[in-house]
Nanobody
């Protein structure tokens, strides 16, 4: 069984920074792609960043120039560095992993439980 655990959320003033991390643990797997969604109150969950096993990245227009996604493949960990935070970035941030399970010879999507980010003065 694969588990994703996020950390690094919290409260920050507008213009501040936070760094989220998400680690995949378990056995018998390899990571195809990992990324981050966020869900603000009353809104749908949206994909904001992802990174492939080849380190190809995608960032949503709403966060380009402010957020960076990176990964430590050896540790199966993905990071989301968030700078110049705005009140509209307030949301619960969910990590996801597109994970290949060797015993099943198939890929599955796993989710973390989410970590809240609040941007407010």
């Amino acid at each position: 069984q694969v588990q994703l655990v996020e950390s690094g959320g919290g409260s920050v003033e507008p213009g501040g920074s936070l760094k989220l991390s998400c680690s995949a643990s378990g056995s018998g797997f390899s990571v195809n792609r990992m990324g981050w969604y966020r869900q603000a109150p009353g809104r749908e969950r949206e994909l904001i960043a992802q990174i492939s096993s080849a380190a190809t990245t995608m960032l949503a227009d709403s966060v380009k120039g402010r957020f960076t996604i990176s990964r430590d493949s050896a540790e199966n960990t993905v990071y989301l560095t968030m700078n110049s935070l705005k009140p509209e970035d307030t949301a619960v941030y969910f990590c996801y992993g597109d994970i290949f399970i060797r015993t099943r010879l198939s890929s599955e999507i796993f989710w973390g439980k989410g970590t809240p980010v609040t941007v407010s003065s």
